[in-house]
């Protein structure tokens, strides 16, 4: 049987890249028949370095990108899904990329998440509350911080002698797995949106 084609995507970056990085290597494995065809990086970043290293195309669009010229950057890229992967801009999604676009974020939403929860300060919010859970969330993305329906949420213990680098460090662990094997499922599904709950079906 012969393999569908790789699904042409954009991951957005702002920061190190390494959620870029594990996406690539699920690529490259064989595990997501996916293809990056345009990389957006909000700013000059370690991650937007790589990706010219890797020989990916790769464009800096600082501030919020204009509905329009988002539309158009998707167009042009060829790309069937936005995939955000540590950007910190707020998207002004066009109509017809509306539920198009997700996002990975490293707490169990709705908790710790919207604007200003991004990087150390979710796992430092998440220990200042006591909890003795968190994990990772992937959801699809409206055009506000982190509330757009949930596809997918993994779980970790917090343990009584973490900090917030320890306990980032289990979370991103958990990201890996759980993005990659979400995106496989998205990229050959199709999505169903009732009363906010979303659900992946099988195509
Ligand atoms: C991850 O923790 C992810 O949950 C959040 O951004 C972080 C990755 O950023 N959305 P980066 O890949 O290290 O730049």
New binding site residues.
Partial sequence: MTRPAPTPFVPF????????QNLVRSIESGALNARVCQVVASRECP?IEWARAQGLPAVVRQGVIPRDDLAQLMADSGAKWGV????TRLLDLPDLWQSRFV????ALLPSFGGAGW??DRVHRGVLEAGCKVSG?TVHLCDSTYDTGPILAQRCCPVLDDDTPETL?RR??EL?CELYPEVLVRLFSGRVSIEAGRARIIPA
């Fill in positions: 970056i702002s920061g190190t890249g390494r959620t870029l991650g955000l992967a540590g950007y996002n990975i974020h490293p991004y990087g990772c980032a979370v991103f990201e």
